[in-house]
T-cell receptor, first 113, second 115 residues
Framework: AQTVTQSQPEMSVQEAETVTLSCTYD???????LFWYKQPPSRQMILVIR??????QNATENRFSVNFQKAAKSFSLKISDSQLGDAAMYFC??????????FGTGTRLQVFP | GAGVSQSPSNKVTEKGKDVELRCDPI?????LYWYRQSLGQGLEFLIY????????KSGLPSDRFSAERTGGSVSTLTIQRTQQEDSAVYLC?????????????FGDGTRLSIL
């Protein structure tokens, strides 16, 4: 069965600095998708970035980028120029085909001014 | 609608009562997913609908949980004889047709509290 592990329950970063959130996963599949979702106190899950496993190039979305290491089954999220609005729970998720998302337990990110 | 809508936003009920949670997906989205998020935990998959059919209901934790979808749109998650361990946030998500490259769009969830 596929599993997703986020080993950092909490992280903190100073405004304007860079922070990296870790995620590892376990799968025997070769074709899948990986996602990072942000969950602010409002509870809504907001897609931050996604990566297709067959693409070697790391995905980027403005200040957000990933370091995807397929062989190591690692998918970390880098947030550059952190802003106060980035404070939230961040969840890493795995998806195969039309399957459901399998989530990690999340990392709470605090941003200090 | 513009986004996934869930109701009620919050529900408090007594142990042993039945509850119904509603999800209205984005208009035209045929794939619908239910997840449960217990306090301090990640999201746990419950059930997946494609149209009115549920090809994957492997995440339903017990036979007290059931879900249906009618007209390929609104879905209802029903929990019978609620227990305190059912307390959680129940989130619904939808995608256009379940294609693997499509991100799931989430609602704001229903916070269920069992007294």
């Amino acid at each position: 069965a596929q599993t997703v592990t986020q080993s950092q329950p909490e992280m903190s970063v100073q405004e304007a600095e860079t922070v990296t959130l870790s995620c590892t996963y376990d799968t025997s599949e070769s074709d899948y998708y990986l996602f990072w979702y942000k969950q602010p106190p409002s509870r809504q899950m907001i897609l931050v970035i996604r990566q297709e496993a067959y693409k070697q190039q790391n995905a980027t979305e403005n200040r957000f980028s990933v370091n995807f290491q397929k062989a190591a089954k690692s998918f970390s999220l880098k947030i550059s120029d952190s802003q106060l609005g980035d404070a939230a729970m961040y969840f890493c998720a795995y998806r195969r085909n039309t399957d459901k998302l399998i989530f990690g337990t999340g990392t709470r990110l605090q941003v200090f001014p | 609608g513009a986004g996934v809508s869930q109701s009620p936003s919050n529900k408090v009920t007594e142990k042993g009562k039945d509850v119904e949670l509603r999800c209205d997906p984005i208009s035209g989205h045929t794939a619908l997913y239910w997840y449960r998020q217990s306090l301090g935990q990640g999201l746990e998959f419950l059930i997946y609908f494609q149209g009115n059919s549920a090809p994957d209901k492997s995440g339903l934790p017990s036979d007290r949980f059931s879900a249906e979808r009618t007209g390929g749109s609104v879905s209802t998650l029903t929990i019978q004889r609620t227990q305190q361990e059912d307390s959680a946030v129940y989130l619904c998500a939808s995608t256009l047709d379940g294609g693997r490259n499509q991100p799931q769009h989430f609602g704001d969830g229903t916070r269920l509290s069992i007294l």
